[in-house]
């Protein structure tokens, strides 16, 4: 199963065209598929491309939930 992951968006390029870090490396990914973002919008991202919009809020709870999935069993006890 493939997710998309929540980033915020730090730039805007010609093209529609954005720059995002994920994971600690700087991307460039698509903004086309979504109404124009601003800077510091929050959007989901899969395969490079933005699929939609997040409030802040929202891309807090889905990183805090992909975490805590990722944390290894032995660590929670």
């Known amino acids: 199963m493939c ?3 929540p980033v915020q968006i730090e730039a ?3 093209g529609q065209m954005a720059q995002v870090t994920l994971e600690g490396v ?4 698509s903004v086309a ?3 124009p973002p601003r800077l510091g919008d929050y959007v989901t ?5 933005a699929w939609d919009r997040l409030d802040p809020e929202e ?10 999935a990722c944390v ?3 660590a929670l006890n």
């Open 59 to 68: 891309a807090a709870e889905i990183l805090s939930a992909i975490d805590l």
């Open 12 to 14: 805007l390029f010609e």
């Open 3 to 5: 997710m998309g992951r």
């Open 26 to 29: 700087v991307r460039r990914i």
């Open 33 to 35: 598929m979504i109404d």
């Open 45 to 49: 991202v899969h395969a490079g491309m």
């Open 72 to 74: 290894p069993p032995d």
